[in-house]
């Protein structure tokens, strides 16, 4: 007797599944965007939680990970400039201040330093 395999039942991609392909064509992780850049990873998040922006790209974060949008990460490798949403930098610098134990001792310490020293910002 010879025993055929059935065919796997054809199942229906989920909402979440459709969600995440959609996220992946429509946004870049920070990996991917330091190589497009050729640049390292940790340079593109440095830059985002100095300056809110990396060279004028802003991400999202939808959890613990930054997202960043790919028609601007494309416009930014084709030459055009890309300008940073005023709003989104504020956000993310308001986010950072609300809760100030998130922010690491040394770099604490820093700030706190710059203020004394009557250096202000940068």
């Not at 330091?34 to 991400?59: E, F, I, M, N, T």
């Amino acid at each position: 007797m010879q025993i055929i395999p059935k065919a796997a039942p054809e199942t229906s991609r989920s909402d979440w599944q459709k969600a995440a392909e959609s996220v992946a064509r429509n946004f870049s992780t920070t990996e991917e965007y330091a190589a497009a850049l050729k640049v390292k990873p940790q340079s593109v998040r440095a830059g985002y939680c100095r300056d809110g922006h990396y060279l004028g790209v802003v991400p999202i974060k939808p959890s613990r990970r930054l997202l960043w949008p790919a028609d601007q990460v494309d416009a930014l490798i084709a030459g055009q400039t890309v300008k940073a949403d005023a709003a989104k930098i504020d956000e993310h610098f308001a986010r950072k201040a609300a809760d100030a134990s998130k922010v690491p001792a040394h770099l604490r310490a820093k700030a706190e330093k710059r203020l004394t020293s009557g250096e202000g910002a940068k």
